[in-house]
Structure formats: C-alpha cells, structure tokens
C-alpha cells in the first residue's frame, strides 16, 4: 500500500441532524472518498454543533448512527481514516474555549448562517448558535488540520477558522496552527432546494419534498424529481440561459456531478427535449447512484455492535492526536500543569 503522505491533514464533518441529503453528499462526503487515497484523513461527526438547534437533540443517537452508515456506505473506510463523534473528544469543547478568547465579537456579527438560523428571534437564539464558528475552527485545529473539504455554505466559516488561527499565532508569536485550506470542488458545491432554486437543499427544511434523502427508496426519488419546480421554458440551449433559471440550473448541475460530465455537455445532450425525458433520465441517474449506498446504510444500521466498534476506535485515534495538541497549546499558554 502506498505511504500517505504525513504533511496533509484532511478534516470534514456532517453534523447528525437527520434526514442527510443528496447535497450533504455531493457536496461534501462523495469528495471525501477519493481523499482517503493519499492523505491522513479524521472525519468527525458532528454532535456538538447539533445541538445548537433544539429540534435536533431529540434523536442525536440515532442520526449520529445514521451519519456513520452514510460515511462508511459511501466508501469512506474506517481502517484508512478516523472516523469518530465530536462529543467523545473533549478537545474540542477545551480549544473551543481558548479559541474564543482570540475571537472578536465582530467577526461573529458577520456570519450569515447564524443571521439565518436565528431568524428575526435574535434574542431568544441560544449562545452555542453564535458562537457555532469557533468551535468549527476548534474541530479543524485540534488536529492541526491542513485541508478542509466542505459546500460552498461552510466558505465563511472556515475563513473564519482562518482568521482565527492566524489571530492565536499571532498573539503567541508562534506558527502553532498551520492555516487551514478549503477544498471546494465539484459543480454541486451548493445543491438548492427542489422546490426554491434559491434556498440550499437542507436537512432542516420542514418539506420533505424539497430534498433527495440518502435512504429514500427509488419511487420516492422518482415522485419528488417529476415533481421537482421547473419553469415553463423550454430547456436552456446553452449555459449562459441558466442564469436567471435558478431551479433548472440546479437540476443539470446534480447530473452533472452524478454523471461526473460538464454541465455544458448534459445541456447539450437534452436541448430541443421535453423536460420529461430530461427528468425521466435523472431519476435514473440518482436512483443508480443512491441506492448502493442507501441499501449498504440500511444493513449497516442493523449492526450497531459493528457501527459502535468504528466509532469507539475512532475516537481511541481522534483523542491521541487531540490530547497531544491541547497539551502543547496549553504550555505555549502558559497554564499550570499539574
Ligand atoms: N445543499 C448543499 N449543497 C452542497 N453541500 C452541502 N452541504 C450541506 N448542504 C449542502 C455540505 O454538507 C456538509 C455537512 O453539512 P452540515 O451537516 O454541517 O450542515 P449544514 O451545512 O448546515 O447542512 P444542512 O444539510 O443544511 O443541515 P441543517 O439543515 O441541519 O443546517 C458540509 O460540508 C456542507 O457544506
């Protein structure tokens, strides 16, 4: 087996909300994959962050199970990387902490995920949502992480992660934290709403139609494409048409990146078609792309004892590394040692 290479530190994570989707999966976890080749690579579940919203605390144990299936059935293997839950790594929490004493309150004022998920109840919005950023650039740090595979949604946070890395070095004057890099590849970095091309495909959206879940079955799938929101132009002759057609731009990049064809190429192939073979065709695609992984979901969680064992090693793994990197930060701080 070739040698990984030591200087690259992959880092990603999903949180365990429920209902994990096809953009979860095109945009991050499908990208993971071909990582674990040549690179250390600690993919996280990430509980912590789940329950900054209440409606996610319910079944946390369930969906970090689920979370875990949909990594390993996705071809993320457990013996080649650490796969682990967030909330079993105390670092994290601890680096949390250190990390937001070198936070200014202004940079969290700018993050747009914190203004949309708080709604117009600022007030009422829990602490943990606030400051849900820090503790992401915790869980890439803790590690020493070099790379950070993520959507286009979590680009501002992981600047964020940045800064806030580059702020503690400076103040230590040391270059303790190597600066994380994005990996934002792939034409489904932002996979929209099948119901609102201009709202992102998202676990927390009340309409189970707007979505592709990872475990629906293939008559699901085909209902909630045929259903899926077009407008009553004819299909886009070529990509400059696609601008202001949010919905149908978000349909022909999913086959683009399921067929791993350029989106020109998919225009090209079904201009001057009806919709409905377009369509037809793309139920196809995902049903050939999701069920593997949703059938391989389903018998992995009828094996907990075996889902339980990875995420119990992991964490064995995650805490090696974890617990080395707290020990040396907190001597460059300068705290007692007992
Ligand atoms: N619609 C999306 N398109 C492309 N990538 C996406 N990701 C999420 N939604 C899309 C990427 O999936 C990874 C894990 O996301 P997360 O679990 O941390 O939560 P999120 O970004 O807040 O995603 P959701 O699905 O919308 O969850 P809820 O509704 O719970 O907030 C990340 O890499 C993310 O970029």
Redesign the pocket.
């Known amino acids: 087996m070739e040698k990984k290479k030591e200087s690259k530190l992959i880092f ?4 365990p ?1 429920g209902n994990l ?1 096809l ?2 999966y ?3 976890i499908k990208n993971w994959v071909k990582y674990q080749e040549d690179s250390n690579c600690i993919f996280c579940i ?1 509980d912590l962050h789940a329950i900054t919203v209440s409606e996610n605390r319910e079944k946390i144990l369930d969906n970090t199970r689920e979370v875990a299936a949909a990594y390993i059935a996705s071809g993320i293997d457990p013996n080649k990387n650490t796969i682990f839950v967030q909330s079993n790594v105390t670092g994290h929490s601890e680096l949390s902490w250190i990390l937001s004493c070198h936070t200014p309150i202004g940079w969290l004022n700018r993050m747009t995920q914190f203004k949309d998920k708080a709604g117009k109840n600022k007030e009422k919005a829990p602490l943990g949502l606030y400051s849900y950023p820090v503790l992401m650039a915790a869980d890439i740090l803790l590690y020493k992480s070099t790379h950070v595979p ?5 680009k501002q946070h992981l600047e964020l992660s940045r800064d806030v890395a580059q702020a503690f070095n400076r103040y230590y004057n040391q270059e303790f934290f190597p600066i994380p890099e994005p990996i934002i590849t792939g034409t ?4 929209m709403s099948l119901k609102n091309g201009l709202n ?5 959206d009340p309409s189970d139609q707007s979505r592709i879940n990872l475990m629906d079955d293939s008559i699901s799938i085909i209902k909630k494409i045929q259903k899926a929101r077009t407008d009553s132009e004819p299909f886009p002759k070529s990509l400059e048409e696609m601008d202001n057609r949010p919905e149908i731009n978000n349909l022909i990049n999913i086959f683009s990146a399921l067929s791993e064809d350029l989106p020109q190429n998919v225009v090209a192939q079904y201009v001057g078609k009806d919709f409905k073979f377009f369509k037809e065709d793309l139920s196809d695609l995902v049903n050939q792309k999701i069920s593997n992984i949703s059938t391989e979901m389903h018998k992995l969680l009828k094996d907990l004892n075996y889902l339980d064992l990875i995420l119990k090693k992991g964490c064995q793994k995650a805490n090696e590394i974890a617990e080395k990197n707290v020990k040396d930060l907190k001597k460059i701080i300068g705290f007692f040692e007992a």
């Open positions: 990603s994570g999903v949180q909300t989707h953009g979860n095109l945009g991050a990430v993520v959507g286009e949604d979590q489904a970095t932002r996979v992102k495909m998202s676990k927390s």
